[in-house]
């Protein structure tokens, strides 16, 4: 008897609905499992074999000829095994109403004992049932709240093999799983363990990454070890703006296919911050792969991507972040396909002026020798250079400050000056695809917008002329600008605005670090 059931298989960040036809037929002994398999996916009529025996079923002793359709498309992993366990029972009739399997996809992955394992990219496999009309997905119920914030879809969690066949004779109380979207969502926001009142002095940089915050823009902050770089990058996603229902789908989608997401979560629901070691490898860095799965910038997607002590990493990893940090998205080729992956990030990266971390210090004395700042420094190239906007000097904090019972201000106060001037640059280019911050825009943009008075541009020319600017710190200062005047709900850029933004490119002058 030749039966259908109805599963996915997840490529990139969407998922491909697959076809499970099982037959079993008398002339012959073996069982087989086509349709270009991978080790895990062929392994997987040992375990149904072992799932549907536990369970006091009955596995066929003639020939069995599982295809997973389209043949011609790689499958991999363990998430077929239920589907081919429940193909199996009703193709040989243990199984009523066998054609109520047409109305549903089913996925998990099974224990020995007929238990169902999670499996990844939950909500990829949801939409796409959705979208092909399917009355409902039958899933682990650790997955069964990622599932259920498609709407349109009736989702069912199951624990065990039984509870599928049970549903399908119909002698069980299984019911469709209903999740708020929006409370639990809304509920999530602002819960953070981390606050920026936690951060004794340092007004300064605390200025420079709310400014970072307001226009999406990319920063580096130098300093000597002990000063505070990293206690500060890591509260930066306490003062961006909330997630958008849109983007936390679409950042949900990317942790549930590489497996990040923890058991029974329903969304990411705050901005995602990722800090990989520096001895992470290029294809770690930008995703790929045999199987190719997102890699930590797309895993960053709507967050921050924080380098620490950034001259550390391996240069060819640096390389291959410039092309996805312009087009917001890397694409992994290979012979046969070519996958997407979104990579809309803020990159914010620590490091040290020199070898020793004391070059500048106020009171240390640096030990490197001649050109050894410059060498250092030199590790990064001009080009990743030129996509970081802000470059912030930050300094020890002084004993005062540390020992001061002055309460700082906290990441709510400044998210709200945030929230409310990505609010004027929605506003701004909301005629303009793909763009919604500052720190995007193009350079015929930048024209039409940054429009300086005499005054603007009589410092920015003097600027660029006494501190030795080079020309790539030119766009990137009006951009800034635009960002501070917009934070100050100014409609012009106004010298104030102007004078703030150069002091934040001393990477660029000429002579730093000799």
């Not at 002084?398 to 004027?424: D, G």
């Amino acid at each position: 008897m030749l039966v259908k059931t109805f599963g996915s298989a997840v490529y990139g960040v969407e998922a491909i609905t697959i076809t499970i036809e099982v037959n079993v037929n008398n002339q012959g002994q073996h069982y087989f499992i086509v349709g270009l398999p991978d080790n895990a996916v062929k392994e997987s009529l040992q375990r149904v074999e072992s799932a549907i025996k536990s369970n006091h079923y009955y596995m066929p002793r003639t020939k069995l000829v599982v295809n997973l359709a389209p043949a011609d498309i790689k499958k991999t992993g363990s998430a077929f095994d239920l589907p081919i366990a429940i193909g199996t029972l009703a193709a040989t009739e243990q199984i009523e109403n066998p054609e109520r399997l047409t109305n549903y996809v089913i996925m998990g992955e099974l224990s020995l004992d007929g238990s169902v394992k999670p499996i990844r990219g939950a909500l990829p496999i949801a939409l796409q049932a959705r979208k092909e009309g399917f009355e409902g997905l039958i899933v682990p119920s650790a997955n069964a709240n990622e599932a259920a914030m498609v709407n349109y879809l009736k989702v069912y969690a199951v624990e065990h093999l039984n509870d599928v066949v049970d549903f399908l004779k119909l002698e069980t109380s299984l019911k469709p799983i209903v999740v708020n979207t929006k409370e639990a969502f809304a509920n999530a926001q602002r819960d953070f363990d981390i606050d920026f009142a936690d951060v004794k002095g340092q007004e300064n940089i605390k200025r420079a990454l709310e400014i970072a915050a307001a226009g999406g823009h990319n920063a580096i902050l130098i300093g000597p070890p002990g000063a505070g770089k990293t206690m500060l990058a890591k509260r930066l996603p306490t003062i961006l703006p909330p997630l958008s229902l849109q983007e936390a789908l679409e950042t949900t989608k990317i942790h549930s296919v590489a497996g990040k997401l923890p058991e029974n979560t329903m969304l990411v629901s705050r901005r995602p911050f990722r800090s990989p070691h520096h001895t992470i490898s290029d294809v770690a860095l930008v995703g790929g792969g045999g199987n190719p799965q997102p890699g930590e910038i797309s895993l960053a997607h709507n967050g921050v991507l924080f380098l620490d002590e950034l001259p550390e990493f391996k240069r060819t990893v640096l390389e291959v972040m410039r092309q996805p940090m312009e087009e917001r998205k890397v694409t992994i080729s290979r012979a046969k396909t070519a996958l997407d992956f979104p990579a809309s990030f803020m990159l914010i990266a620590s490091m040290n002026p020199c070898p020793c971390g004391y070059f500048n210090h106020p009171e240390k004395e640096c030990s490197c020798g001649p050109g050894i700042v410059q060498k250092y420094l030199s590790r990064i190239s001009g080009p990743l250079l030129d996509r970081i906007d802000l470059h912030v000097e930050v300094t020890p904090v002084a004993f005062e400050e540390l020992s001061s019972e002055h309460i700082f201000e906290k990441s709510e106060y400044i998210r709200e000056r945030v929230i409310q001037a990505r609010v004027i640059q929605s506003e701004r280019y909301k005629q303009l695809e793909g763009v919604y911050a500052n720190a995007q825009m193009s350079s015929k943009t930048l024209k039409e917008i940054c429009v300086l008075s005499n005054a603007g541009q009589i410092l920015l020319k003097t600027a660029m002329e006494k501190l030795n600017l080079s020309a790539r710190a030119y766009d990137r200062i009006l951009k800034v600008s635009r960002t501070i005047a917009d934070l100050a709900s100014s409609t012009v850029i106004k010298p104030e605005h102007l004078a703030e933004a150069i002091q934040y490119r001393s990477l660029d002058r000429e002579g730093w670090g000799a």
